[in-house]
């Protein structure tokens, strides 16, 4: 492939410089073009836009009172975004959109390092060509740069340990350790010293004559993650750092409501969502089982290999699971399918037509959906009286007025177009190439789903609440949801810090006649696509 020995023809900072910025033309694009989506995305930029209005950036804050979830790391960055780009959707993805380029010219850098200028190349291209790991980076959620600090950490322990012993390794690592613990909180640590703990059991060895650099590195780590606990202790606010304690324990136990998943749940959304990584990435650890001598040699697989296994045991057993959670995940995945692709001397092509199997199953998710919907709204009449849908939220959401047309077919016909040249590329035993063209379609098919499915499924499940809240700006209403959770109201009504006048309680349309029997002094002022008003009389 000669555009790729071009590449590797070049300089490491012109290669890096043109992976930033072909990142930032694919994780740009329509950034601010749907509303943001509840829980977490407007969770987080209304902590930012509460901390722009209240001035006091120590406390994360929600409704303008103290909100112990998180740290305050990842607030600071959408902070610094909505001084740039104003209170918006754009504004609350911006940090991500950088982490994607940030992040892909660390996997070419690392890659560079560990086997060359061409894994580190096509690792690069196999996180941003994969679904879920690409999404993320158009998302206004915290994981792709906590994400992004673990894996620094370890990377910087690993070179200093096995590599270099420069003290700017070991520096860099702890910062980033610091920074992922501010980010979102223990998990982070948890993650860090159990990878290290396991990793030192295979070369225990070589490690134990770096213990005192070690025992700092832990030390400047625990002084960078508390810098935030340590400025609110003396701030006099010891009771946010109870509660922080608290919550984590109580996620851990017990889970958050809605979100409680069978133990399976990750390695499903695993190899469902990292395709087309997830098959070869199987394949892969299918050799190692063959030949784990590989494992007492080098420090890299087993970096990589406890760098999937202990964040995917820890979330498998944490009560609470959420598709995200699993994402550190994504860089082992990516790893191990490259090294497959490179490194393995078997035939190829039987592995890679299981993907590409994967592969049309998505394109066919994707031609299906806009069929579905159209056939939805066509026949809402019958669906409603036949009882397929026994979720009565649900089906009042599926009144919402979303037009489906043609080019909601694009994102699917493009990449079953995309496979179909991988399948050609596989016929003719070309399996890198097969396996690049899988990539391309999976990169460039995203930004169309955003474009198109992205917008209809905000409109069906929140498109009329928002729109509610937007029209309430500027109103002295204090606005209270009832029987369920949502950030929604503060943001897209934009709450304030002055007192209010009137009162609102919003709802699920399943409660209403609850609710009218419980408050018959409360009169239903607006109902919409699943979603009731009330205002006290």
């Given at each position: 492939m000669r555009w790729l020995e071009f590449l590797e023809n070049q300089s490491v900072p012109k290669i890096l410089s043109g992976i930033f910025i072909g990142a930032l033309l694919l994780f740009l694009p329509n950034l601010g073009a749907v509303h943001l989506f509840d829980w977490d995305e407007i969770n987080f930029a209304e902590c930012a836009r509460e901390m722009l209005i209240s001035k006091d950036y120590l406390t994360v804050q929600i409704d303008f009172k103290p909100f112990w979830e998180k740290p305050p790391f990842f607030i600071w960055l959408q902070v610094l975004s909505m001084h740039c780009f104003g209170v918006n959707e754009f504004a609350a993805r911006f940090p991500n959109a950088l982490c994607g380029g940030f992040t892909l010219c660390l996997l070419f850098w690392v890659g560079n390092k560990f086997n060359g200028k061409r894994f580190g190349l096509i690792w690069a291209m196999s996180y941003a060509g994969s679904l879920l790991p690409h999404f993320y980076f158009h998302s206004g959620i915290i994981d792709p740069w906590f994400n992004f600090f673990i894996f620094s950490c370890l990377l910087g322990l690993y070179f200093y340990v096995f590599e270099s012993q420069h003290n700017g390794h070991l520096l860099l690592s702890a910062l980033a350790g610091g920074l992922a613990i501010l980010t979102k909180g223990p998990t982070a640590l948890i993650i860090i010293l159990g990878t290290s703990f396991f990793i030192s059991l295979f070369f225990f060895r070589h490690i134990l004559r770096f213990w005192k650099s070690?025992?700092?590195?832990?030390?400047?780590?625990?002084?960078?993650?508390?810098?935030?606990?340590?400025?609110?202790?003396?701030?006099g606010k010891e009771k946010v750092i109870i509660d922080f304690i608290a919550y984590q324990k109580r996620l851990f136990q017990l889970g958050e409501a809605g979100h409680g998943q069978p133990w399976f749940y990750h390695p499903v959304v695993l190899l469902v969502g990292c395709f087309p990584l997830s098959i070869p990435f199987i394949a892969q650890h299918a050799i190692l089982w063959k030949d784990r001598t590989i494992l007492s040699k080098?420090?890299?697989?087993?970096l990589m290999l406890f760098f999937f296994w202990i964040p995917l045991i820890l979330f498998s057993i944490v009560t609470t699971k959420i598709v995200h959670y699993s994402s550190l995940c994504y860089f082992s995945i990516s790893y191990f399918s490259v090294r497959y692709l490179l490194f393995n001397n078997n035939d190829k092509r039987r592995v890679l037509a299981i993907n590409l199997g994967l592969g049309l199953i998505w394109a066919l998710a994707l031609l299906l959906a806009p069929i579905a919907g159209m056939f939805i709204q066509s026949h809402y009449t019958e669906i409603a009286s036949s009882n397929w849908i026994k979720d009565p939220f649900a089906l009042e959401n599926l009144k919402a007025e979303i037009v489906w047309t043609a080019t909601d077919f694009i994102p699917g016909l493009f990449l079953l177009f995309a496979l179909l040249i991988s399948l050609f590329f596989l016929n003719k035993s070309k399996i890198l190439p097969s396996f690049l063209f899988s990539l391309v379609g999976v990169a460039c098919m995203l930004p169309l789903v955003l474009a198109t499915f992205i917008s209809k499924i905000e409109g069906i499940t929140q498109g009329s609440v928002i729109g509610y809240y937007q029209n309430l700006k500027g109103q002295s209403i204090e606005i209270n949801t009832v029987n369920y959770r949502s950030y929604a109201p503060f943001f897209?009504?934009?709450?304030?810090?002055k007192p209010k006048q009137d009162t609102l309680f919003m709802a699920k349309s399943p409660s209403k006649n609850q609710l009218i029997s419980a408050h018959p002094r409360?009169?239903?002022?607006?109902?919409?696509?699943?979603?009731?008003?009330?205002?006290?009389n």
């Open positions: 070690l025992t700092l590195w832990v030390f400047l780590v625990l002084v960078v993650g508390g810098i935030w606990f340590i400025w609110l202790y003396f701030d080098d420090p890299q697989v087993v897209y009504a934009e709450k304030s810090m409360w009169i239903l002022i607006w109902e919409k696509n699943g979603f009731v008003a009330f205002k006290p």
